[in-house]
Every structure is written in structure tokens, then in C-alpha cells.
């Protein structure tokens, strides 16, 4: 099994910064593509941003040229760095990995979600 533990998150002042890690771990054959989503109160699940293996990168309009995804792929994390955060900001975000594991003593690609953190940003 492989489980993504998030860690970071918290409440910020309007304009702060925050930053958000997770990290995959179990029976991992290799790590492909990780994101991050957030979803606020009554409102679908959004993406945020995402970044594969090699490092390219997408992000949602709403958050760009203010956060930054990046990854280190020997300890199969991802980070988001937040700046100039906003109250719409404001969200459960989920860490999200696209993962070949070996519980079926082959690598097989299966999606993973994290257990979430809260982000809040006050006004």
C-alpha cells in the first residue's frame, strides 16, 4: 500500500505565505506525476498545480506567479509554496500522485490521494 502524508497548512494573514509538503511512502516502484487540489466550503475539488518526474510543471490560473510547486524526487515529496495568499485561498488541500506500486509484485500505475490539510486565510 502507499499512503501521502501531508504536513504545513494553517492559518495566514491576507498577503502571508504558507507552505504544504507531502510524502509518499510503501511499496513504491517510482513516483510519476504530483499535484496538489484544494476544495472550499461547497465547491467542487479544484486543481492547483501539478508537476511531473522531470519537472514541468502546470498551474491553475488563479494561483499563478504566486505559488510554486517544485518536488524532490529522492525523498518522493512534493511542496507547495504559497505567497501572497488571498481569503479565497481558503481550502482543504489534497496532495495527489500518480504512483507505480509493487503490491501486485509488479508495478502497476494507480492514483493516490492524500488525507488533506487546511489552509485558511484571513481577511
Known amino acids: 500500500q502507499v499512503q501521502l502524508v501531508e504536513s504545513g497548512g494553517g492559518l495566514v494573514q491576507y498577503g502571508g505565505s504558507l507552505s504544504v509538503s507531502c510524502a509518499a511512502s510503501g511499496n513504491i516502484f517510482s513516483v510519476s506525476t504530483m499535484g496538489w487540489y484544494r476544495q472550499a466550503p461547497g465547491k467542487q475539488r479544484e486543481l492547483v498545480a501539478t508537476?511531473?518526474?522531470?519537472?514541468?510543471?502546470n498551474y491553475a490560473d488563479a494561483v499563478k506567479g504566486r505559488f510554486t510547486i517544485s518536488r524532490d524526487n529522492a525523498k518522493n515529496t512534493v511542496y507547495l509554496q504559497m505567497n501572497s495568499l488571498k481569503p479565497e485561498d481558503t481550502a482543504v488541500y489534497y496532495c495527489n500522485a500518480d504512483v507505480f506500486d509493487n503490491r501486485d509484485y509488479r508495478p502497476v500505475l494507480r492514483n493516490y490521494w492524500g488525507q488533506g490539510t487546511q489552509v485558511t486565510v484571513s481577511s
Open positions: 508537476i511531473t518526474a522531470g519537472g514541468n510543471t
